[in-house]
């Protein structure tokens, strides 16, 4: 086993500063993620925070450590409107479908699980959900109010942001100073009862038409946004913990607000080390489903969206995130993605062709400071902020050595082989995630048949041959494959 070195460092959106890792409980780390608010099908965007911190999981696991990575599932209180306003953003796709709130966060959780499977996301540790954890967050608010920070207003709870910054500091983590932010605050109707236009909802009052509701001290309501990681992250990983993650768009106001919520009720910095992935644009422009301009993951493994001009296997889509610092924003197009995927694949062969490689006498010259070299440039690479695309461009030289071991210009004895082959599947497989296994295999085959197929079933159901329709659709269910019918189409998903 080659031995393992680092001192790792971290950039710390805190400090705005790399900073030595170091876990308040060695070798135990606590880290919490961000996840989805499972409303729709999981884009691109979904995907860079899913790798980038399955990428630190994987990693900080290499080093040793003990890590318990805990990623929610947001399935009540995300309304349509950060400012505490319109409706929830489940509640309004079910009434919308005409099913029931959990039946949305079901179906779209296990959409989620799916892609992030085929995309070898390895699953966390614990993934609460916020509806669960209702009991813990009305307790939290109790705190918050107890200590002054939250006040009662017909039914709501409010978080008093001027009161909290008087003692504590408000915006420390994503540098906004409080008057701006009064300045900058529309006044949007249903506030009025705010004391100040800036405070954020720890508790909404449910209007009569509101589906998801629960009892508490002060009104049959709902928690809001967010105030659930406050609580799920203090209850699975204590007070104080080391990693925070997600993705750059949560970093004001949701982590913003977790700070304040915490330490309202704690008296406690909550996080020593905030970790932020950037964004993913087309064109310069954020990827986002409130923009409309995104494009599920589904979509690219099936390249049935019009904007993409083929089908791409999920480790493309890994390998084109990686290539890019996590800090960074990395912009799509088709050209890209081509790219990333001959990288890929060149990668790939190189790796089996490393593994068909047989064992000399000895080593040619200069063979041992390449392999020390190796090992200690990948190491490296990941210690400073886990750089992966600086480890790709490592293992692309690695490559560059394996293809002059092909062609006899350089010997490895069965030792030192043994390593090479070693050090470069843990890092191509167990630290970057990209193999072979997790692809959908020939997706852009699979989605072709589909389209015919579901184009042989619309034909059917044009003449009215219902029978020979549900014949269809029941012997795809027996293949694991479900049909859903809407007024844009149909559309179609391993179970």
């Excluded at 406050?230 to 699975?236: E, G, V």
């Amino acid at each position: 086993m080659m031995e393992i070195q680092h001192k790792l460092q971290v950039y710390n959106t805190r400090t705005r500063s790399k900073e030595v890792f170091e876990p308040l409980n060695a070798p135990f780390v606590g880290m919490y993620v961000c996840g989805p608010t499972v409303y729709g099908d999981a884009h691109l965007g979904h995907a860079r925070p899913g790798i980038t911190f399955d990428l630190v999981f994987r990693y900080l696991k290499l080093l040793g450590y003990k890590v318990r990575y805990v990623r929610n599932i947001t399935d009540v209180g995300h309304l349509e409107n950060d400012a505490d306003q319109g409706e929830d953003k489940i509640a309004k796709k079910a009434r919308l479908e005409q099913v029931e709130p959990m039946e949305i966060a079901q179906y779209y959780s296990d959409r989620y699980h799916a892609n992030m499977a085929m995309l070898n996301v390895l699953p966390p540790s614990i993934e609460p959900r916020a509806s669960g954890h209702v009991i813990e967050q009305i307790e939290l608010i109790k705190k918050i109010i107890e200590n002054g920070f939250g006040y009662v207003v017909d039914g709501s709870v409010y978080f008093d942001i001027l009161k909290f910054n008087e003692k504590y500091g408000y915006g420390q983590l994503s540098g906004r100073v409080i008057d701006e932010l009064i300045s900058n605050t529309r006044e949007l109707e249903g506030q009025e009862e705010k004391r100040n236009s800036i405070d954020f909802a720890l508790w909404k009052k449910a209007q009569p038409e509101h589906i998801m509701r629960w009892p508490s001290p002060w009104s049959d309501g709902f928690p809001g946004w967010h105030l659930e990681c406050s609580a799920m992250s203090s209850k699975y990983l204590g007070e104080v913990f080391d990693i925070h993650g997600g993705g750059m768009d949560l970093l004001f106001p949701h982590h913003e607000s977790e700070i304040a919520q915490s330490k309202a009720a704690n008296g406690k910095e909550p996080v020593r080390y905030w970790l932020h992935n950037n964004m993913i644009t087309i064109n310069g422009q954020k990827m986002g489903k409130s923009l409309n301009n995104f494009i599920t993951l589904n979509e690219f493994f099936t390249g049935s969206h019009t904007a993409i001009t083929q089908a791409f296997d999920p480790m493309t889509i890994r390998f084109f995130i990686l290539q890019a610092h996590y800090r960074g924003t990395l912009d799509f197009s088709n050209d890209a993605l081509i790219a990333a995927e001959k990288g890929m694949k060149r990668l790939m062969t190189g790796f089996k062709a490393l593994n068909k490689v047989q064992a000399a006498t000895q080593n040619s010259a200069g063979v041992h400071e390449f392999l020390n070299n190796f090992s200690k440039n990948c190491f490296e690479a990941m210690n400073d902020d886990f750089n992966s695309p600086v480890l790709i461009a490592q293992l692309f030289e690695a490559v560059r050595f394996v293809n002059l071991m092909i062609e006899k210009k350089e010997t490895l004895d069965a030792i030192s082989l043994d390593s090479f082959k070693e050090t470069f599947k843990v890092f191509l497989m167990d630290v970057l995630g990209i193999n072979d296994e997790n692809s959908a295999g020939d997706a852009g085959l699979t989605g072709g048949l589909m389209d015919i197929i579901i184009g042989l079933r619309r034909k059917v159901r044009e003449n009215k041959d219902y029978a020979a329709s549900d014949w269809i659709r029941d012997e795809l269910q027996k293949l694991s494959i479900a049909l859903k019918d809407s007024k844009e189409g149909t559309d179609w998903n391993r179970e």
